[in-house]
C-alpha cells in the first residue's frame, strides 16, 4: 500500500508561477527587477518541489485535490516518483534558462521580452502541472495550457516564418489533442467510470479488445507532444522560436510532457499486463523504432543546427517511448531515465546553439569552422552534449542506451537491439562532423570570427549544464531511486 | 437572500414580479426626458431584476421536478385560458440567464446608442418582460403572447440602430421567425382542441397522443424551433441579423432568443410527442452535425468578426439539439448546460467584438492585430472567452461538451467522433481570430493612426460578470446541473427511454404495441416472442 500524504505542495509549485505573472507584468519597465522575479520564483517552486522529495523517495506520494469538477472527474494533484522525476528536472533548469534567457534577450535586443517571461512562467507551470496530475482531467487541462500559452513563444518574432510555424504548431497540437486525445478521455471514462491514474493501470484484460486497441490508438496519436512520426513536423517548425525557448519548451517542456504523458498513460491508464494482454508493445515499439531511425536520417540532411538538433530530438524521444513499449522493467528504467538525462544533454545543445548566434549570428553547420578556438566554453559543452546523445559512457546517455539495450535483450527481440545500434551510429555520424569542424577546420572563406567573443550569462549556464549531463551519468542513483518506486 | 422571497408582493407573485417589472419601468420612462435618468432607470431595473432572479434561484428546490413558484388565475374563462406561471430546474437557469444578459445589455449600449435612447431603452425593456414571460409561462396562450411580443423590439432593435443595412436584416429576421410562430400557432390550435379545450402545458403533456397526430405536431413545432435555433438548414437569418443589430441586439440574440428554440424542444416537443422525438431523433442528430461541422467550415472563412461569431453559433448550437435528442442525462444535462453557456459565452464575445467597434468602426478582422500590445485588458478578456468558445478544460464550455460527448458515446459511439471534427474547427475557427485580433498587426495600415484605448470600468463590470460564469461553471459545474437534474430526470422519464443510453427500452416499445388499437392477441405474442430473443 502506497502511503499518502494530503498536502498542499503540488498545488503550491504550479501556482508559483500565477504569482510571478502579475510581478512580472508589473516590473515590465525594470529589466532587473523583472528577471528577479523569474529567479526568486523558479528558485521557489524548485525548492516545493525538492522538499517532497525524501517523502516520495521513500515510497510515498503527495495528495492534494482541488476540487471535484463532476462525480468521478476531479483537479487532484499527486506527486509521486514518475512526476518527481520530470518535476525537478523541468523547474531547475527553468532557473539555468532564465539565466540564459537573459544573456540571450539582451546579447540581441530582443522585443516583447516581458510577454517571453510571462508565458515562460506559465509553460512551466503547467509542465509541473502534468507532471503532479492524478487524473486524465487535470493531465488534460495543464496539457492545453501548455499549448496554448507557448504560442506566443513560438510566434515571438512575429514575421512570416514565426506565423507559419506558429500556426503548424496549433494546428498539430491543438488538432491532435481535440480530436484523438479527447475521445481517448471519453471512451476511457466511459468505460471505466474513472478517469485516475493507477499504479497497474485501470483498464482490465477483460475489456473488449476493439475499445482497447481503440483507444490506444487515440491516445498515442492525441499526445501529439511526443513527436513519434508522422506527427511530429510541428517541432522542426517551432524551431523559428528564439533559443532559450527551443531549448527550455522544445526540449524539456513541451516535448517531455509528451512523452511524460504517454509513458504515465501505458503505465498508469493501461497498465503493462493490459499492454501486454493484446500485445499492444510491439507495434507501438516498432513506430517508434522508425521514427528513431527516420529522424536521424533526416537529421543528417540538415544544415541548419537547430533544425538538425530537432531532429535529433524527434529521434531521442522515441527512446523513451520504445523503452516503455519494450514492456519490461529494464525498457521501462531506461525510458525513464531519458527523460532526465535528454533533458540535460539537449539544453545543452541547444545553449550551445544560441550561444553561436549571439555571439556569431552563425546558423549553418557549414560556418562553423573553427569556432571552437573562440568559444572554449561553448564548444566543450557541445562535445559532452554530443556524446551523451551518442552513448558515449560517463555521459549521461550511456546509462539510457545501457538500460534500453537490456530492456531489449529482455524482450527477446533483436531487431530492437539493432535499431538501438544503428541509430547510435547515425548519431555518432550527425553530431561528430560538427565537433571536428568546430575544433580542426580552418574557418571557411567568407566567414569572419575575428569579433566573436562567449557572452558569460550565456556560457555559465551552458557550462553548468554540461556538468550535470556528466555528473547524472556517473551517478544516476537519485534518478534510479526515484525510478525503483515507479518500476516495482 | 430569503428576505427578498418572503417580501410582500413578492411572496405570492415572485414571477410576475420579475416578469412585469420592466413593463411598469417602461411607464416611468414615458415622463422622463433627461438620456441619462432615462438610462440610468434601466440600468437600476435591470439589476433589480437580476438581484430577485438570483433570489429564485437560491429559493429554488432543487430535489423536484415540480413546477415551483406557481401563480395561476383565471384569464379567458370562455376559452378556458389561464393565467398561468411556475418554473422547474429547466427554466428556472434561464431566467437568470436572460436577467444577467439584461443588465449586461443596458451597459453595452450606454454610450454606444446616442440616438432615440428612451425608445432604445423601452425596447430593451419589453424584451426583458417578453423573454422572462416565455420561460415562465405554464398556459400556452400566454406562451404565444410573450413568443410574439418578443419579435417586435427585436424587429425594432435591429431596424432602427443597427447598421447600413439593417432595414433588409430586420425584415429578414421578423418573416423568418414569423413563419415559424404561425406554424406553431396551427399546431398550438391543434393541442388545443386533441387535449380536450385546454392551453394548460401540465395537462397537454400527460395526454398519450396518438402516434399519426404526434407526428404532426412535432413537424410543425420542430420548424418553429429549428428556425429560431436556428438549426441547418434555417440559419441564413441569423448572419444578417447578428452583422446588422447594434451590440445589445447581438448580446440578445445570442444569449437568449437563440435558447428559445432549443427551449421549445425541452419544454413541448420531447415531453409531448416521445413517440415522435424518438421517431425524427435520428434525422434531427444527423442535421445538427451537418449544422457542426457547416457552420464551422463557414466560420472559418469569415472576415467579418460578428459574422464568425455569428456563424459559430450554428456550430455551437448544433451540439446542444444533438445534446437533447440523445435523450440521455448526460446528453441533456449537457445540452441545458451548453445553452446557458452559449449565452454567456457568445454574448461576451459579441460585447467584446462592440467594444471594438465603438473604437475602430470596422468590423473586418484584417484592420485589427494590435489588440495584445495597445489594448492588453481587452485581450485578456477576449482571449478567456475564446478559449471558452473553444471548449478549453477548466471553461463552462468543457464541461457542456464533455457531457454531449459523453451522452453521444453512450448512445452511439461513432457520435462521438463526428463531433469532434467539429470541436477541432471550433478551435481552429476561433483561435484564427484571436490571432488576427490580437497579434501580428499590420504597420501599414490607415487604421494605425486611430486612437484606440482600453477597457473602462463600466466594461470591465459587464465583461467580469460573464467571466465568473465562464470560470465558475468550469470548475464548479455541479450546483448548475443539481438545479436541472430532477427535471432532466423527469423529463427523461416522460420520452420514455432508458437514462443511461437513451436508446428505446424493448418493454416500452411492447407496451406501445400494447396500445394500439385493434391489435390482435395474436401479434402481441409475436412481439413479446422477439422481445424475448432480443432480450434472454
Known amino acids: 500500500m502506497i502511503e499518502a500524504l494530503i498536502d498542499i505542495r503540488p498545488l503550491l509549485a504550479i501556482l508559483v508561477s500565477a504569482i510571478a505573472l502579475p510581478l512580472i507584468w508589473a516590473s515590465a519597465k525594470k529589466p532587473n527587477l523583472r528577471e528577479f522575479w523569474s529567479y526568486f520564483c523558479g528558485v521557489v517552486m524548485f525548492l516545493i518541489i525538492i522538499s517532497m522529495l525524501p517523502f516520495v523517495i521513500s515510497g510515498g506520494v503527495v495528495e492534494y485535490t482541488v476540487l471535484t469538477v463532476l462525480p468521478g472527474i476531479e483537479f487532484k494533484l499527486r506527486a509521486d516518483a514518475l512526476g518527481m522525476l520530470f518535476a525537478m528536472t523541468a523547474s531547475f533548469l527553468w532557473i539555468v534558462t532564465t539565466t540564459y534567457s537573459i544573456g540571450y534577450m539582451r546579447g540581441l535586443n530582443e522585443h516583447a521580452q516581458t510577454r517571453f517571461f510571462a508565458c515562460f512562467a506559465i509553460a512551466v507551470s503547467s509542465a509541473i502541472g502534468v507532471a503532479f496530475s492524478a487524473n486524465l482531467f487535470t493531465l488534460y487541462l495543464f496539457y492545453e495550457i501548455l499549448s496554448v500559452m507557448t504560442y506566443p513563444l513560438v510566434a515571438h518574432n512575429e514575421d512570416a516564418a514565426a506565423w507559419d510555424g506558429g500556426k503548424k504548431y496549433m494546428i498539430y497540437l491543438l488538432g491532435l489533442s481535440k480530436t484523438a486525445l479527447l475521445a481517448a478521455i471519453v471512451i476511457t471514462y466511459m468505460t471505466t467510470g474513472t478517469m485516475d491514474f493507477a499504479p497497474g493501470g485501470i483498464f482490465t484484460t477483460s475489456m473488449p479488445s476493439m475499445l482497447v486497441i481503440l483507444s490506444f490508438a487515440l491516445f498515442i496519436i492525441g499526445f501529439g507532444k511526443a513527436g513519434l512520426m508522422p506527427f511530429h513536423n510541428w517541432l522542426p517548425s517551432a524551431m523559428v522560436a528564439p533559443t532559450p525557448v527551443s531549448a527550455l519548451l522544445h526540449a524539456v517542456a513541451v516535448v517531455k510532457v509528451g512523452v511524460f504523458s504517454v509513458v504515465k498513460v501505458l503505465l498508469f491508464i493501461f497498465g503493462v499486463d493490459v499492454l501486454a494482454h493484446f500485445s499492444l508493445g510491439t507495434p507501438l515499439a516498432v513506430v517508434a523504432s522508425f521514427t528513431i531511425i527516420t529522424a536521424s536520417v533526416i537529421a543528417l540532411t540538415k544544415n541548419d543546427l537547430k533544425a538538425r538538433l530537432a531532429y535529433s530530438t524527434v529521434s531521442q524521444l522515441s527512446y523513451i517511448v520504445l523503452g516503455v513499449a519494450l514492456l519490461n522493467p529494464n525498457g521501462i528504467t531506461g525510458s525513464i531515465l531519458h527523460i532526465g538525462n535528454h533533458a540535460f544533454s539537449k539544453i545543452t545543445l541547444f545553449f550551445c546553439a544560441g550561444s553561436i548566434y549571439v555571439a556569431s549570428k552563425i546558423k549553418k553547420i557549414d560556418e562553423l569552422n573553427g569556432i571552437a578556438k573562440k568559444m572554449p566554453y561553448t564548444m566543450a559543452a557541445f562535445t559532452i552534449g554530443s556524446f551523451s546523445m551518442i552513448g558515449v559512457p560517463v555521459a549521461a546517455g550511456f546509462t539510457t542506451k545501457w538500460y534500453l539495450a537490456l530492456g531489449a535483450v529482455d524482450s527477446g527481440s533483436t531487431g530492437f537491439l539493432i535499431v538501438l545500434l544503428v541509430s547510435t551510429v547515425l548519431n555518432a555520424a550527425y553530431f561528430m562532423p560538427i565537433i571536428f569542424r568546430a575544433y580542426f577546420k580552418e574557418p571557411a572563406e567568407g566567414v569572419d570570427l575575428s569579433g566573436v567573443r562567449e557572452h558569460p550569462w550565456v556560457a555559465l549556464p551552458l557550462s553548468l549544464t554540461a556538468v550535470i549531463s556528466l555528473v547524472i551519468g556517473v551517478y544516476p542513483d537519485l534518478f534510479l531511486s526515484l525510478i525503483e518506486r515507479v518500476v516495482s | ?536
Open chain 2, 1 to 536: 437572500m430569503n428576505w427578498i422571497l418572503n417580501m410582500p408582493i413578492l411572496d405570492t407573485h415572485l414571477l410576475s414580479v420579475l416578469t412585469f417589472l420592466p413593463l411598469v419601468a417602461v411607464l416611468i420612462l414615458l415622463f422622463v426626458k433627461n438620456e441619462d435618468f432615462i438610462r440610468a432607470i434601466t440600468l437600476i431595473t435591470m439589476v433589480l431584476v437580476f438581484i430577485i432572479s438570483i433570489a429564485l434561484v437560491l429559493g429554488f428546490d432543487s430535489s423536484t421536478h415540480m413546477m415551483q413558484f406557481v401563480e395561476k388565475g383565471e384569464w379567458i374563462t370562455a376559452l378556458n385560458i389561464n393565467y398561468h406561471m411556475g418554473v422547474d430546474g429547466i427554466s428556472v437557469l434561464f431566467i437568470l440567464l436572460t436577467a444577467l444578459i439584461g443588465w449586461v445589455c443596458v451597459l453595452a449600449s450606454w454610450r454606444a446608442i446616442d440616438k432615440r435612447v428612451k425608445e432604445f431603452m423601452i425596447c430593451l425593456l419589453v424584451m426583458q418582460t417578453a423573454m422572462t414571460g416565455v420561460f415562465c409561462s405554464l398556459d400556452f396562450f400566454l406562451f404565444y403572447i410573450f413568443w410574439e411580443v418578443m419579435l417586435i423590439p427585436m424587429y425594432l432593435i435591429i431596424g432602427v440602430w443597427g447598421g447600413p443595412r439593417r432595414v433588409y436584416a430586420a425584415v429578414k429576421f421578423f418573416l423568418y421567425t414569423l413563419a415559424g410562430s404561425i406554424l406553431m400557432l396551427v399546431g398550438v390550435i391543434a393541442l388545443y382542441f386533441a387535449g380536450g379545450e385546454t392551453f394548460d402545458i401540465q395537462k397537454l403533456m400527460a395526454i398519450d397522443y396518438s402516434f399519426g397526430f404526434q407526428v404532426f405536431v412535432f413537424i410543425l413545432f420542430f420548424l418553429a424551433f429549428a428556425i429560431k435555433v436556428p438549426m441547418f438548414p434555417f440559419h441564413t437569418w441569423l448572419p444578417d441579423a447578428h452583422v446588422q443589430a447594434p451590440t445589445a441586439g447581438s448580446i440578445i440574440l445570442a444569449g437568449v432568443l437563440l435558447k428559445m428554440g432549443t427551449y421549445g424542444f425541452l419544454r413541448f416537443s420531447l415531453p409531448m410527442f416521445p413517440d415522435a422525438s424518438q421517431y425524427f431523433a435520428w434525422p434531427i442528430i444527423v442535421i445538427s452535425l451537418i449544422g457542426i461541422i457547416y457552420g464551422a467550415f463557414l466560420a472559418l472563412s469569415q472576415e467579418d468578426m460578428k459574422k464568425l461569431i455569428a456563424y459559430s453559433s450554428v456550430s455551437h448550437m448544433g451540439f446542444i439539439t444533438m445534446g437533447i435528442f440523445l435523450f440521455n442525462t448526460d446528453g441533456l444535462e449537457g445540452a441545458i448546460l451548453q445553452m446557458f453557456n452559449h449565452g454567456i459565452t457568445t454574448g461576451a464575445l459579441f460585447l467584446c467584438v462592440g467594444l471594438i467597434y465603438e473604437r475602430t468602426h470596422s468590423r473586418e478582422l484584417s484592420t485589427y492585430g494590435w489588440a495584445a500590445r495597445r489594448t492588453p485588458g481587452y485581450a485578456v478578456f477576449l482571449f478567456i472567452f475564446v478559449l471558452a468558445s473553444l471548449g478549453f478544460p477548466g471553461t463552462n464550455g468543457f464541461i457542456g461538451e464533455i457531457l454531449i460527448l459523453f451522452g453521444a458515446y453512450a448512445q452511439y459511439k461513432m457520435y462521438v467522433f463526428y463531433i469532434l471534427i467539429g470541436v477541432v474547427l471550433g478551435a481552429a475557427y476561433i483561435l484564427n481570430m484571436f490571432k488576427r485580433v490580437a497579434f501580428g498587426e499590420d504597420p501599414h495600415h490607415p487604421n494605425n493612426e486611430i486612437k484606440v484605448w482600453d477597457i473602462g470600468f463600466r466594461e470591465t463590470i459587464s465583461l467580469t460578470a460573464f467571466l465568473i460564469f465562464v470560470l465558475w461553471i468550469g470548475f464548479q459545474p455541479m450546483p448548475f446541473l443539481e438545479i436541472m437534474h430532477e427535471s432532466v430526470v423527469h423529463l427523461i422519464s416522460q420520452v420514455g427511454v432508458d437514462p443511461e443510453t437513451g436508446r428505446a427500452v424493448l418493454e416500452a416499445v411492447v407496451e406501445n404495441v400494447n396500445a394500439i388499437d385493434a391489435v390482435d392477441a395474436t401479434a402481441i405474442e409475436a412481439v413479446v416472442d422477439v422481445a424475448g430473443e432480443v432480450t434472454p
